[in-house]
Structures are given as C-alpha cells and as structure tokens.
T-cell receptor, first 115, second 109 residues
Framework: ETGVTQTPRHLVMGMTNKKSLKCEQHLGHNAMYWYKQSAKKPLELMFVYNFKEQTENNSVPSRFSPECPNSSHLFLHLHTLQPEDSALYLC??????????????FGPGTRLTVT | GQNIDQPTEMTATEGAIVQINCTYQTSGFNGLFWYQQHAGEAPTFLSYNVLDGLEEKGRFSSFLSRSKGYSYLLLKELQMKDSASYLCAVVDSNYQLIWGAGTKLIIKP
C-alpha cells in the first residue's frame, strides 16, 4: 500500500466509449502525475499537476483529458481511444521541492484495453 | 537526446548475487532513482543516488559514477520474491525524470 489508489484496476472499452480513470493520494503531496506504461518501453510521462495547476503536457493526444479538482484527486478522461492506447496507466504523487529531487509514490495502475 | 539503457532481462539463482546496470546520457544530472515493480503492481522506491559511490540498504546496494554516466543495483542473497522489474530513472537539469525501460529479473530456485 503506497498511499495512492487508482480505480478501476482493469478497464475494457470500445473505441467510441467515454470513460474516466480516477486517482487519489492520501499522502498530502502537492504534485500528481499520469504515466503510460507499455510493455518493454520506458514510462511515458503524460501530465503533471503541481498545486492543482497543470505544469506538463507531453504532447499527449486530445483524446486524453486530465482533470485535477484538488491536490488529492486526479482524473484522466478518455474518449474515442485507439487500440494502441491499450497500456497500464499509472498515477503517482510526490512532495515537489525546488531544492531536491523527489521520490514519487505510484498507484497500482489501471490496465486499459481498447477493443 | 536523452537516453537510459538497462538490460531487458536477467536471470539469477536464489541465494546468489546479481548486478543490474544502468547507463545514461541526459541533459544535466540531479540524481538517479531505482524502483522495483512486481508484475501487476505499482513501482516502489528502492534508492536514490546523487553523489558518487555506493549506498547500502540491507540486501540492496546502489552505486553511482557520474563521470561514467553509470549506475548499478546490487542484490545479495537473492530471494524468490525479488523476481520483479527494476527501473532506473535519472533526474535531468530541469528536474524531469527520465526513465529506462526496466530490467526484468527472473530468480530460479
């Protein structure tokens, strides 16, 4: 148990569906992240929120839409996905500091399959 | 470009020692992390190195050489539960984490 929870753990959706992934952190951290993890590839950073403000958007397609209503919750809204979007989506949080790098705490991920 | 290299897969025997290497080329360096990820689970923090040398933490040790752009994770007295993927990540000059693809470690009895 890392203090970061994600729901659902597994999701199968068609290309025309709309779904949302949810992440919640119970650690009091000020930064939250969405990553995509595909087999045998490095973790791909998708979005970063710091103090609820989006500070990073790594050229992610618009069919992925993040939302951060407060510093403890993060959503990833999905619509009209493609089969190549099938992957493990990981949420992470950290206590960001300007003086030192920060350890990230990860949730267990949502295994997404797009059919 | 920025690049992290680590072996895709390694196999070792229970009770033995294994060294997982990580080499990096990044724009600046502000530290290196190692994470462990069991199949279907979240990555969890193992170690952080920012200065050259060896950091020991129980059965796990992590080494860094900044001049060589090189780190390794050393696992001693291997146990079956150490079967997992080990992820190397470097913090660049913008404090962004650059991730390697991970090394899958298989432990055999």
């Amino acid at each position: 148990e890392t203090g970061v929870t994600q729901t659902p753990r597994h999701l199968v959706m068609g290309m025309t569906n709309k779904k949302s992934l949810k992440c919640e952190q119970h650690l009091g951290h000020n930064a939250m992240y969405w990553y995509k993890q595909s087999a045998k590839k490095p973790l791909e950073l998708m979005f970063v929120y710091n103090f609820k403000e989006q500070t990073e958007n790594n050229s992610v397609p618009s069919r992925f839409s993040p939302e951060c209503p407060n510093s403890s919750h993060l959503f990833l809204h999905l619509h009209t996905l493609q089969p190549e979007d099938s992957a493990l989506y990981l949420c992470a949080s950290s206590q960001e500091s300007t003086s030192a790098p920060y350890e990230q705490y990860f949730g267990p991920g949502t295994r997404l399959t797009v059919t | 470009g920025q690049n992290i290299d680590q072996p895709t897969e390694m196999t070792a025997t229970e009770g033995a020692i294994v060294q997982i290497n990580c080499t990096y080329q990044t724009s600046g360096f502000n530290g290196l992390f190692w994470y462990q990820q069991h199949a279907g689970e979240a990555p969890t923090f193992l170690s952080y190195n920012v200065l050259d040398g060896l950091e020991e933490k129980g059965r796990f040790s992590s080494f860094l050489s900044r001049s060589k752009g090189y780190s390794y994770l050393l696992l001693k007295e291997l146990q079956m539960k150490d079967s997992a993927s080990y992820l190397c990540a470097v913090v660049d000059s913008n404090y962004q984490l650059i991730w390697g693809a991970g090394t899958k470690l298989i432990i055999k009895p």
